[in-house]
């Protein structure tokens, strides 16, 4: 079905095999695999405060707070409109008790605090930040989708340190980054975070992996630990049993 929102035209979408219902724009960034795949990866429990920033229309944390009863999550995201969306979903998904959404830019503090939002509050930070870099390669002439895939070198950075700021000591942030820039992702964690753990994302067991969930410890100091990877698709090209069980059947991706 599709409707406007807004000034947005949208579409109703079922993800998660209909275990959620998100409206969501036609046009620019649309809910794939990574936001489900950054859900499944991320750790809480019942009574934790998690923040989902860059959460666009609020897939992943979303997800999350449906699979872990007694969460609070807040969506962050710097679109106005896209937190609207984002307010209506958990509304929709009768998540909205302990879902909140935040317009405002995670790379300002200060926004945070704006809101009430303490230094420290968040037991856990979930994130799919912007991973083009939008110097060296090209993006997209649709202003949405381009502000969801590509930024400024330095914005990875600023992504962290918000995290950082956000976190308890001890808390832990999950992210979901591209495979071949996880070397300058470990560089810039070591900043603020240690005991990070990686598991690789291949589209089929013959290749190399185009993702990294990558989970790390607020000032955490064990090493690092590399994890068996997802494989998206088998050599006939259809979904495997174990990316089944995540994107549509709710399973989580064990980092242990």
């Not at 879902?99 to 509050?121: K, Y």
């Not at 290749?207 to 989970?215: F, T």
């Not at 979904?239 to 980092?255: K, M, N, Q, Y």
Request: proline share 5%; hydrophobic share 50%; net charge neutral.
């Amino acid at each position: 079905m599709v409707t406007e929102h807004a000034t947005l035209e949208t579409s109703d979408d079922a993800v998660l095999g209909g275990r959620l219902r998100l409206r969501q724009p036609l046009r620019g960034h649309r809910v794939g695999h990574d936001a489900i795949l950054l859900a499944a990866a991320t750790a809480a429990k019942a009574g934790d405060c998690a923040f989902d920033l860059g959460a666009g229309v609020g897939a992943a944390g979303l997800a999350l707070a449906s699979r872990v009863e007694g969460l609070s999550v807040t969506l962050a995201d710097v679109d106005p409109a896209l937190s609207a969306l984002a307010a209506d979903n958990a509304r929709r998904n009768a998540l909205d008790g302990r879902v909140r959404a935040l317009a405002l830019d995670v790379t300002e503090p200060a926004a945070f605090a704006a809101h009430g939002v303490a230094a420290g509050r968040a037991d856990c930070v979930l994130m799919n930040p912007p991973f083009n870099d939008a110097t060296r390669q090209n993006v997209s002439p649709d202003a949405r989708r381009r502000l969801a895939h590509a930024a400024a070198p330095d914005t990875l950075q600023q992504w962290l340190a918000a995290a950082a700021w956000l976190l308890r000591p001890g808390g832990v942030l999950t992210l979901i980054w591209r495979a071949d820039g996880l070397a300058a992702l470990l560089a810039a964690l070591g900043a603020s975070f240690g005991s990070i753990v990686v598991l690789p994302v291949y589209p089929r067991s013959d290749a190399s992996a185009i993702r990294v969930l990558v989970r790390a410890s607020k000032g955490g100091s064990a090493p690092l630990a590399l994890r068996p990877g997802l494989v998206l698709n088998d050599e006939r090209g259809q979904p495997t049993a174990a990316a089944e069980a995540v994107l549509r059947g709710g399973s989580t991706l064990s980092f242990y």
